[in-house]
């Protein structure tokens, strides 16, 4: 069984800044990528965005709308990853989930967390 527990998520002005955090634990082996993703009001599971991905080795990727003003980092000895969202727009407004994927030569695994609300708003 693996869980992820986040933290960080609240309420900010536009400007602002906000760190995630995401701890995994658990029967985890191989992971692939760690990533952030986000669903914003009204939207269904299925329209989650990825926001950001890292993997094991280090490589990154950004949604275009966050490039600049998001950072996403990882630990891989402690399973950890975070996302540094700066210069924070009202549109950033979501629910963000933490994602892990795993790979194994028998199975692979996409573990999600329970979520975390960030809202950007004067």
């Known amino acids: 069984q693996v869980q992820l527990v986040e933290s960080g998520g609240g309420l900010v002005q536009p400007g602002g800044s906000l760190r995630l955090s995401c701890a995994a634990s658990?029967?985890?082996?191989?992971?692939?990528?760690m990533g952030w993703y986000r669903q914003a009001p009204g939207k269904q599971r299925e329209q989650r965005e990825a926001?950001?991905?890292?993997?094991?080795?280090?490589?990154?990727n950004y949604a275009d709308s966050v490039k600049g003003r998001f950072t996403i980092s990882g630990d891989n000895a402690k399973n950890t990853v975070h996302l540094q969202m700066n210069n924070l727009k009202p549109e950033d407004t979501a629910v963000y989930y933490c994602?892990?994927?795993?790979?194994?030569?028998?199975?692979?695994?996409?573990?999600w967390g329970q979520g975390t609300q960030v809202t950007v708003s004067s």
């Open positions: 994602n892990v994927f795993t790979r194994t030569p028998m199975t692979t695994g996409n573990y």
């Open positions: 658990g029967s985890i082996f191989s992971i692939v990528t």
């Open positions: 926001v950001a991905v890292i993997t094991s080795g280090g490589s990154t």
